[in-house]
């Protein structure tokens, strides 16, 4: 499956897909999060729960879940199996 | 299936004077910093781009969990959220059949037996794998009846984007137009399908997320399950006349309000072949938009286990799509006024003038959201519509390149010029795709009729495809012969029955809505394969050396297989996998 004519490349960091998405869902849970805590909590239209704050709390823990996996596995982007 | 449940005069746009939801700052904000990734997304990807495959095909480098979820995300445009909350606020659970009958099998067969032809035989896509197996003329037809097919289709969701974005945002129908069309025109001319990929597999997460909040407390604020029966049962006996009973709604089975057959035997019979045979396997097993997401992966075993993996989150879309269309009629005061008038009252306040199902998602989030999860809500949406339409876009572009301006206009030239064509091809469909809206916008019975006959293309696509793939006698003349004389079986057929084709059609037959579209691809499927098999019997068959890869017997075992899988852990393994999904899907079948 190796790529002999390929340089080898290796994605990190930021262009990893898994830190994107965890990255983009750690923003919107903190800015709900501080919804949920600072913001008008509209209980009337969710029926007394502060949704914003559990929504915000939920997607941190699935942002960390993105990031601990990205860091524990890194991806080395395999060598192309095309010519 | 993905095209029927919405109807493109959904949002006939007339100028809203006020927005239906009432957007604040952090909304905005939310809604902006999914925009600036998406837009980075491309920049970073543009970087990876060399050649041509790395363009078309994402350099056939992506692990399975990616375009697995890519592969549903494709497909979970505004066609299926919107679609699909709209006919489960209108007939409830039946609609599961969409998923669960109508999708998972067709993925897993994609999967387990067509996905080895489709990535082993090296083909950059499903039309070129038609033209090494059947020649030019069935290569044509498919060809060309899927690039027009993928314009019209990038245009509806194109219209349906831009009418949210009017009604949500209350920017102008044609300002969102093209400020939509720029946004998913830059990240796909840039970065390619890895572009595409990438913001499918963000979406997916961001539309979750903005979906399961949306479906959690919809289900609070009705009193849970016990609600939404309650409420549903209460109007159905309040208005037996209008409204679908209230045992049909909550009962998946015999499904008579989604096959549109009173009788419950063949209702079953109708929604088990007709959408869960024909037409399912039609779309998701030939459809390039879905199976391109299957070829970009880095291996033959991702590439099999693309659609296995994508089934488990599919199975799941319908607790965030249909059931809360389905909180929606009982919670939504316009939604259950509308209901209760058996779809016919005009209710002002929809996103396009008159209240239709279609909004069913949209009051709801009004009605339970607070600021912040709606602005995530609406980051959501217009996230599932632009993938949609990148989905198309992508699509169509490989098509365009490799199967028809390589193949039949420019040959023989350095890959460096189809990637540009490629480029070129991408800013021309979206071009094409704004006119395409606006069309939809003023002619939306039409476009509902084309949509229909798109779909005609398919189940015949699906019959020749498995015949020519297990048959190594079946001759090219009848590859192309046996796709015509079965679309033109389907065109009869729905000309035979009430209203599939408006006033063309006659009524001869007296079915109508999706059981004649039911019967309509079972009519394309048999006459297919009949003329298939009568058409190879008086023609001559390919030399099998030109066969292999293509034909099942032809083919060696081992490349249809990957040598590494055997070494990986069940959970890595395609028939696993798949036989999990299948347990799965059916324990949810018999459960709910």
């Known amino acids: ?83 | 299936m993905a095209l029927s449940g919405i109807s493109a005069h959904a949002a006939t746009v007339v100028a809203a004077r006020d927005t239906i939801i009432d957007a604040k700052a952090v909304d905005y904000l939310i809604v902006l910093i999914y925009f600036a990734v998406v837009l980075g997304i491309g920049m970073v990807a543009r970087r990876q781009v060399s050649d041509s495959v790395d363009f078309f095909l994402s350099g056939r480098s992506l692990p399975a969990w990616v375009t697995g979820l890519a592969f549903i995300s494709a497909n979970l445009g505004a066609v299926e959220i919107m679609g699909m909350s709209a006919t489960g606020a209108e007939i409830g659970l039946p609609t599961v059949h969409y998923f669960w009958v109508g999708a998972i099998p067709a993925m897993l067969f994609l999967g387990v037996v067509m996905m080895p032809f489709y990535y082993g035989s090296k083909v950059r896509s499903v039309p070129e794998f038609m033209y090494r197996r059947f020649g030019t003329g069935a290569h044509l037809v498919n060809a060309l009846s899927f690039a027009v097919a993928q314009l019209l289709i990038a245009g509806i969701n194109l219209y349906l984007l831009g009418s949210i974005v009017h009604a949500l945002l209350g920017w102008p129908l044609w300002v969102a137009l093209i400020v939509a069309a720029v946004i998913v025109l830059s990240y796909i001319t840039f970065g390619g399908l890895s572009a595409a990929i990438y913001n499918e597999v963000l979406q997916f997460f961001v539309i979750v997320a903005a979906l399961l909040p949306l479906t959690l407390i919809g289900l609070h604020r009705v009193g849970g399950w016990q609600g939404v029966q309650d409420g549903i049962t209460g109007a159905a006996s309040a208005n037996p006349d209008t409204v679908v009973p209230a045992d049909q709604q909550l009962n998946p089975w015999p499904g008579n309000a989604l096959s549109g057959l009173d009788n419950d035997v063949m209702s079953v019979i109708g929604i088990v072949f007709g959408l869960g045979f024909v037409l399912s396997f039609g779309y998701w097993t030939t459809n390039f938009v879905e199976v391109q997401r299957a070829m970009a992966s880095n291996s033959i075993s991702s590439a099999r286990k693309t659609p296995i993996i994508g089934s488990f989150p599919k199975m799941f879309v319908p607790f965030i799509t249909i059931l809360p269309g389905m909180i929606a009629a009982v919670l939504v005061t316009e939604i259950a006024d509308l209901k209760a008038s058996g779809g016919t009252a005009e209710i002002p306040g929809g996103s396009g003038g008159n209240v239709s199902y279609n909004d069913s998602l949209l009051l709801l989030m009004r009605d339970v959201l607070p600021n912040g999860l709606l602005g995530l809500a609406i980051a959501g949406l217009l996230a599932a519509f632009m993938a949609g339409m990148a989905a198309n876009v992508s699509a169509f572009n490989t098509v365009f390149s490799y199967d028809l301006w390589e193949r039949y206009v420019v040959k023989d030239r350095p890959d460096g010029y189809y990637l540009t064509i490629g480029r070129l091809a991408t800013v021309g469909a979206t071009v094409v795709a704004i006119f395409t809206a606006a069309l939809a916008s003023n002619f939306s019975n039409i476009m509902d009729y084309l949509q229909t006959l798109f779909g005609f293309f398919n189940a015949p696509l699906f019959a020749t495809f498995i015949v020519g793939m297990f048959w190594r006698r079946m001759t090219a003349t009848a590859g192309w012969v046996g796709l015509v004389s079965g679309t033109v079986g389907a065109i009869i057929v729905a000309i035979l029955c009430e209203g599939t084709l408006g006033s063309l059609s006659i009524g001869v037959i007296p079915i109508d809505g999706q059981g004649a579209a039911f019967l309509a691809a079972g009519a394309a499927f048999v006459v297919d394969v009949v003329v298939s098999i009568v058409v190879t019997l008086f023609t001559r068959p390919k030399p099998a050396s030109e066969l292999v890869g293509l034909v099942y017997s032809e083919t060696p075992k081992e490349s249809l297989t990957d040598p590494d899988e055997a070494g990986y852990p069940f959970y890595r393994r395609t028939i696993p996998l798949a036989l999990i999904a299948l347990v799965l899907v059916i324990i949810l079948n018999i459960l709910i």
């Open chain 1, 1 to 83: 499956m190796s790529n002999p004519s390929g340089t080898p490349r290796r994605t990190a960091g930021l262009a990893d897909i898994r830190n994107i998405i965890g990255g983009l869902l750690a923003v919107y849970g903190v800015i709900l999060t501080a919804m949920g805590l600072f913001g008008d909590q509209e209980l009337d239209k969710t029926g007394g729960v502060n949704a914003n704050l559990w929504a915000g709390l939920a997607l941190l823990v699935v942002a960390a879940a993105f990031i601990l996996w990205a860091v524990l596995r890194p991806t080395v982007v395999p060598p192309t199996s095309g010519d």
